[in-house]
């Protein structure tokens, strides 16, 4: 059995005609096959039944014929309304296509817009609505001010990026000059909406504080119907170029002081001879009030011959390449003042060249003056040599009698080998030594090194030299029961004499005493290099004990030691362990221990010599920087003068 006819199987048209007129046909067929029963069976109804048959056939049949027209009609209707509706749909088809196509070329359009937009890095691009709330900020934007668009858009407006004072300043000169009142954002819309647009220069705050400079363009966004429904701000950070004018208003503001500071008198010249410009010290040179030189040929400040030559000269150099003075650094050359009064300059002439003109630069100076500098720096260099001369002999009579404070080379002590070798960095030095007899038993060493150099220490030297000459005060012993006082208390006595503050100068020294007879060694050392003893059979010692140097203050110490037969004491100053060589290498402590530990069994001559080749050979390429002095005693008990 078969299901009802779908619904869209009945909406074609002719499909219900073709209902009815099976319902008619099977009708009368069913009436037809009655009357042919009957007929069959013999009992043909009465005349009324059969009457009411046929009448009920011809009523069906004519309310089938109406059934039939109508459904004609509702057909025909409804095949008009599927046209009408097919239509329809063919149209919203239509329009729903070209509105896909409009949403995609808005979506394309979009999507170029924000290409635009986040290509455009170096430039900052903000919209607002009415309110002044962010409602675009692009990716110009954050690299400019630090934000993320998430952190601004619909949450703050563009004040935030401003500061406070410059948007109050704009409030008043808008009120002032305009009428017009505004406050925070509304400073910005305020000329948008008079239906203007405004490109100012602002300080805008990046996120992390930091002050930029922008050139800052803002416009209205408007609606079809012209209305403005928010703003747009274009941001171009100018920072680097405001840096760029001030540096090049300081360098002209720099130009312009160095040109009308200078002494020398620089000007521009053209290809005709006239002159462009002249600074201050050009007029003054030339007698000319400022700002009278532009425009005048420069002949004006020429005499004749050059006056007149002087076009040739430009002609030459123009057409030919032919330079006289042009490039050749400076050159004497006469001149003439306002006043016809000669003068004589160096002057100097280079040419600058652009597209469009060649263009000269002289720059000169008034040379009578140098020449009158140059004499008296003449006479003041004779005046020094004669003076130099005067020092020179000075130095050299200080440095003989200097010598003079020194131990005779023929010096002998029964029972002790010396010898000692002064060198000064300079004529007169800081060292001074000498070697004494205090009485037929004691022999006394004393070994000063004053700091500097020149004639300075050098008379703090001589100083020490009488203070600590054989027979002096200073060796008075303050103990009844000894002859002499022992090298601490001399030490301590040169403190109390030779503050630093007095002469504003230090020394270290060591003093020793000899006994002879018993080889009993007093010493104290005050800031000295410490003496080295090579025994006699080879050993070496340093001889440590001391205090401070002398000037400072601080108690001193003494020390003594028993010296054997054969045994060798080295003095010497800071400047043989401190010389050094090409590299900086210093001698050091070391090397004298070296040097010395060399020379072992030989006499105190040989023990110097040794030294001083020593010496010689560690810098060879190098002149001392501070004196060097060797003293080198021997103890010989049984030898005598």
Request: aromatic share 6%; charged share 20%.
């Amino acid at each position: 059995m078969k299901g009802p006819v779908p619904m869209a199987q009945t909406n074609y048209p002719g499909f219900w005609s073709r209902v009815i007129a099976r319902g008619l046909a099977y009708l009368a067929l069913m009436l037809g096959a009655s009357a042919l029963a009957y007929l069959a069976a013999g009992t043909w109804p009465r005349p009324v039944s059969l009457l009411v048959v046929c009448a009920g056939s011809a009523s069906a049949a004519f309310l089938l014929a109406v059934a039939v027209q109508r459904q004609r009609e509702a057909e025909h209707s409804l095949a008009q309304r599927a046209v009408t509706l097919e239509s329809v749909l063919n149209q919203l088809q239509g329009e729903l296509e070209e509105h896909a196509q409009d949403r995609a070329a808005l979506a394309r359009a979009n999507a170029n817009l924000q290409g635009v937009l986040d290509a455009a890095t170096q430039i900052a691009i903000i919209a607002t609505d009415l309110r002044g709330t962010i409602t675009l900020f692009s990716r110009g934007a954050e690299k400019m001010l630090g934000y993320k668009a998430e952190d601004v858009i619909g949450r703050l407006t563009p004040e935030i990026f401003h500061l406070a004072t410059e948007v109050q300043a704009r409030a008043e000169v808008l009120n002032r000059e305009l009428g017009i009142k505004a406050q925070g954002f509304q400073v910005f819309a305020a000329l948008i909406r008079l239906e203007q647009h405004e490109t100012r220069e602002w300080t805008m705050v990046r996120r992390d504080g930091q002050h930029i400079q922008v050139e800052l363009s803002v416009t209205g966004k408007c609606d079809d119907q012209g209305d403005i429904t928010g703003f747009l701000g274009v941001a171009v950070d100018i920072t680097a170029r405001k840096a760029a004018e001030a540096n090049l208003l300081r360098s002209e503001a720099r130009l312009a002081a160095v040109l009308n500071t200078a002494v020398d008198g620089i000007f521009t010249v053209d290809s005709r001879g006239v002159i462009l410009s002249a600074n201050l010290a050009a007029a003054r040179i030339f007698g000319y009030h400022p700002g009278e030189l532009e425009g005048r040929p420069i002949t004006d400040i020429m005499p004749e011959p050059y006056r007149t030559r002087h076009p040739q000269f430009i002609a030459n150099y123009l057409t030919l390449g032919v330079a006289r003075i042009i490039g050749k650094g400076g050159r004497e050359v006469p001149g003439v003042r306002k006043d016809g009064s000669a003068l004589f300059l160096e002057l100097a002439v280079s040419v600058i060249r652009n597209d469009e003109e060649i263009l000269f630069t002289g720059i000169l100076r008034d040379i009578s003056q140098r020449k009158a500098d140059r004499e008296a720096l003449e006479s003041a260099h004779q005046k020094l040599a004669r003076r130099q001369q005067e020092v020179d002999r000075d130095l050299a009579m200080a440095a003989a009698i200097q010598k003079t404070m020194l131990p005779q080379s023929d010096v002998c002590f029964p029972g002790l080998d010396s010898a000692w070798s002064y060198r000064p960095s300079q004529i007169v030095g800081g060292d001074w030594f000498s070697l004494f007899a205090l009485d037929g038993d004691r022999v006394a060493a004393c070994l000063v090194d004053v700091s500097g150099h020149g004639v300075a220490p050098a008379l703090i030297a001589t100083s020490l030299a009488n203070a600590l000459r054989s027979g002096g005060a200073i060796w008075e012993s303050p103990d009844p029961g000894e002859p002499f006082a022992t090298p601490e208390q001399v030490l301590a006595r040169l403190e109390n004499d030779y503050p630093l503050e007095r002469f504003n100068m230090f020394f270290t020294i060591i003093c020793l005493v000899l006994h002879l007879p018993s080889g009993r060694l007093l010493y104290a050392n005050a800031g000295h290099p410490p003496p080295l003893l090579l025994r006699a059979d080879g050993a070496m010692e340093r001889l440590e004990a001391g205090g401070p140097m002398i000037g400072i203050g601080l108690p001193q110490e003494g020390a003594q030691i028993s010296l054997n037969e054969g045994d060798a004491l080295l003095l010497f100053t800071d400047g043989c362990i401190e010389h050094h060589d090409e590299q900086g290498v210093q001698f050091g402590m070391e090397g004298m221990e070296k040097a010395l530990a060399a020379s072992g069994g030989s006499g105190a001559q040989a023990v110097v010599t040794r030294l001083e080749e020593a010496l010689q050979a560690h810098g060879a390429e190098w002149e001392p920087e501070d004196d060097l002095t060797l003293i080198c005693l021997r103890y010989q008990p049984e030898t005598y003068c």
